[in-house]
């Protein structure tokens, strides 16, 4: 795997690299070098499997993550592709001539986070979400509670203990 | 099925003639539900009483699992719980059935299917609601997908409490209902005629993108 | 024969017994069927307590005249297999309304429900209904070539197209039914006999795994009422044709309930034993034994 990342050094900048597990590795890098190294993996490393796109919102950071996780069928080994993209235009290159799924991954991204990947065939189509008018939900800024009260007509005498508070008090009601 | 499809629209015949369409019209029935038919009764009491045993002792379920809830009902069909021996039986169409269950938590998605699926089905129809997520969303209360309160949506007949609910309590559950259909009480459809409505006002606030004709028959 | 408007009250009184005969073998091969899967299965009455809910629904919808008519022709073909068909041999009271003619009008009736059913389950706005219908009509079709070819056989064998005078030739041990003089015939018969009863192996038709119900899948309240009279009659009609064409006839009821119940069990027992076909496996399979079979069974009446 080490090999592999220093390989991967010489030919595109690798930011930061996390061993996870023998057989599970991230590496960062930038926005502009991410489909190509992602087509690099693919075509010259072996990677040919794309397990999933999903995305992080780091609000405090104002950034978003992206990780690309890929599978290498004949060496058993896994490897995420994390970029960090600006949280205010959160628009990432298309990869969907790389894999027929990504398309479908991008359309959910879109709808749950509002990352746009331009070019992205039927991108704008909802994909779970009917007729959703609300900011993207994944966000973190998105207040659930407050739109589910507002919207779904919650019914009244509802209560809300913490679990560790409540069981402390049940259990142990003398001391605290 | 989108907006599009329900639009008035004119189309070219193969013999070059045009055919106007308004699918509302030619592909469903648009009338509002008729409260006087739902209302109807035997002028004879013996007979509406009698009419009311049958009920409630052939009740067929629509086979539609709306949340999770719905592969709990699939061990009442097994040799441990049996439910053909009271009268239960499961349909796969909603033009067949007299009972719809709304199995656990409803996302506005599947709302918008099992309005269209409950108005399909002819009336006399009972509606059991299961588990918390109905009641008051249970674990799915603070989501910003899933309904909260179903009886703002749907007429619903009994509740049945729990997350999951046993098979034992749906059970229980069915007893209810068939003891609320022999006193004749279970009039959730007319119900539904008569606060129309009220029941589409709160569907229709949910169900942003509202494609399909008010009363779906 | 003369007609007798008494005859009206007895055709209904039998009728009446048939359709009750019916309902219970229906609910009682379904508690087999529990019973084999270690179930308690429906009670005895159960079907009757559905037709009573299903003819007490407040709201009815149609999608047009046809609609209406599909069940109404289909009951008609039930009852019209029942009314022309002597089911008591030798009873002035049940032989009904039958003529010199009758196997001929009876071969008509069986396939006039599905036709009818075909024309009304198409006006349904549902697309499964004529999915459902082409599969129906392709696999009635094909089963109804043998068993043409099986009562073809009989009527040469009598030398007539009345079913009376075909019970009368079967009288006198029981090896005079066709069944033993006759076997090639009554083999293709009880082949095609599988074909038309609904069950598996061949009720794709009707599978709710399928396409939801198939034909019935838009009949409601008093329609699907009126279609499961028929399905408690049609069976039952058809199962007592079989008795009259091949195993001698009924000269009472016990030995006809007997009858029909033995013979009902064929398609169960098939029907339990065998997984389903496909609409396309069944017809190639009506296609090939059944159909070498009966064209057998004329060529040795004709060459024997």
Not at chain 2, 134 to 149: K, L
Not at chain 2, 164 to 173: Q, V
Request: with cysteine.
């Amino acid at each position: 795997m080490k090999e592999l990342i220093e390989r991967l050094g010489t030919k595109f900048p690798v930011n930061e690299t996390v061993f996870q597990r023998d057989n599970l590795t991230f590496i960062t890098t930038d926005k502009i070098h991410a489909i190509e190294l992602i087509t690099h993996l693919r075509d010259y490393e072996g990677f040919s499997h794309l397990v999933i796109i999903t995305a992080v919102d780091w609000i405090e950071e104002g950034l978003f993550q992206l990780t690309y996780l890929l599978n290498n069928p004949k060496l058993k080994v896994d490897m995420g592709v994390r970029v960090m993209i600006d949280r205010k235009e959160a628009t990432m290159t298309s990869s969907h001539h790389l894999w027929a799924a990504v398309a479908t991954y991008q359309r959910e991204l879109y709808e749950m986070f509002g990352i746009f990947f331009p070019g992205s065939p039927r991108i704008k189509e909802p994909f779970i979400l009917e007729g959703w008018d609300g900011p993207p939900p994944y966000r973190r800024d998105f207040d659930t509670k407050k739109y589910a009260e507002d919207t779904y007509f919650p019914r009244p005498g509802r209560e809300t203990h913490d679990p560790a508070e409540h069981m402390k008090e049940k259990m142990y009601p003398e001391g605290s | 099925m989108s907006l599009k499809d329900i639009e008035k629209r004119t189309v070219i015949g193969p013999m070059g003639e045009e055919i106007e369409i308004d699918p509302l019209r030619d592909y469903y029935c648009a009338a509002t539900p008729d409260l006087k038919m739902e209302q109807r009764k035997s002028s004879i009491p013996i007979i509406e009483k009698f009419a009311n045993w049958a009920r409630s002792e052939s009740l067929w379920i629509l086979a539609f699992g709306t949340g999770c809830g719905g592969i709990e009902l699939r061990p009442l069909v097994t040799p441990k719980y049996d439910v053909y021996r009271f009268g239960i039986q499961i349909r796969a169409t909603p033009r067949q059935s007299n009972v719809f269950i709304i199995s656990g938590y409803l996302s506005v998605k599947t709302l918008k299917r099992a309005i269209r699926a409950y108005e399909q089905m002819p009336s006399p129809k009972y509606l059991l609601a299961l588990g918390s997520c109905t009641i008051n969303g249970g674990m799915y209360w603070d989501s910003y997908n899933t309904i909260n309160r179903l009886d703002y949506y749907l007429p619903v007949d009994v509740y049945v409490a729990g997350c999951m609910p046993r098979p034992e309590s749906i059970l229980a559950g069915f007893d209810s209902l068939k003891q609320l259909i022999k006193d004749g009480k279970g009039e959730g459809a007319a119900k539904y005629a008569e606060k129309f409505e009220w029941y589409k006002k709160n569907q229709k606030q949910i169900i942003k993108d509202w494609d399909m004709p008010d009363y779906n028959w | 024969m003369t007609f007798e408007p008494i005859q009206i009250a007895w055709t209904l009184l039998g009728l009446f017994i048939v359709f009750n005969v019916g309902l219970l073998l229906t609910s009682t091969v379904r508690k087999i069927g529990a019973r084999v899967g270690k179930r308690r299965g429906i009670r005895f009455f159960q079907p009757h307590i559905d037709l009573i809910k299903n003819y007490s629904f407040r709201t009815n919808f149609s999608h047009g005249i046809m609609f209406y008519l599909a069940p109404v022709f289909r009951l008609t073909g039930g009852i019209g297999i029942f009314v022309f068909m002597p089911i008591i041999y030798g009873s002035a009271h049940f032989s009904n309304f039958s003529f010199a003619g009758d196997a001929i009008l009876i071969m008509y009736f069986i396939f006039f429900g599905t036709l009818g059913m075909a024309l009304g389950a198409g006006e349904g706005a549902m697309p499964f209904s004529a999915i459902g219908i082409s599969r129906g009509l392709s696999q009635v079709t094909a089963a109804e070539i043998p068993l043409v070819l099986a009562f073809l056989a009989v009527f040469i064998q009598n030398n007539s197209f009345s079913i009376t005078e075909i019970v009368a030739a079967q009288q006198g041990g029981f090896l005079n039914w066709t069944m033993f003089t006759n076997p090639i015939a009554t083999i293709t018969a009880m082949l095609a006999f599988l074909g038309a009863m609904m069950r598996s192996p061949f009720d794709i038709v009707l599978a709710p795994q399928e396409i939801p119900v198939g034909p019935p899948t838009e009949f409601h309240s008093s329609f699907l009422g009126v279609l499961s009279t028929n399905r408690a009659i049609f069976p039952i009609a058809k199962t007592i044709l079989y008795i009259n064409l091949f195993f001698g006839g009924a000269t009472n009821w016990p030995v006809l309930i007997l009858k029909a119940f033995l013979l009902y069990m064929w398609s169960v027992v098939v029907g339990t034993v065998f997984p389903r076909f496909r609409t396309e496996q069944s017809i190639r399979w009506f296609m090939k034994y059944p159909l070498i079979l009966g064209i057998l069974s004329i060529l040795v009446l004709q060459l024997g």
